[in-house]
């Protein structure tokens, strides 16, 4: 069983930054591929961004291409998602998740492993 914690989630105003990050207390973290999903208020689970185990692979939504980056350092056993231009429909509680392999899965269903989530709230 991987415990995935997320932490650095906040309110921000529109236009505002903020850096998730994703840590395991796992010394094999550098064999799952990782991805964060997000959660508004009577909206399903969605995919945000993924990243392969390598680090050399990413993948976004269409909503967040250009805004957020991914990425994660092995030797931390973190990963990180850098929020840049936040705006108000970004609002949600959002969810790191791994799984073990070599590629990143762009569904719920890729990832067995989630962490609790981390709330972040943009206001206009």
Known sequence: ???????????????????LSCTAPERTFNMYAMGWFRQAPGKEREFVAAVTRSGSSTYYADSVKGRFTISRDNAKSTGYLQMNSLAPEDTAVYYC????????????????????????????
């Not at 069983?1 to 850096?19: D, F, K, P, W």
């Not at 073990?100 to 972040?120: I, S």
């Open 1 to 19: 069983q991987v415990q995935l914690v997320e932490s650095g989630g906040g309110s921000v105003q529109a236009g505002g930054s903020l850096r």
């Open 97 to 124: 998740a791994g799984k073990r392999a070599l590629g990143a899965g762009l569904t719920r269903e890729d990832y067995p492993y989630w962490g609790q989530g981390t709330q972040v709230t943009v206001s206009a």
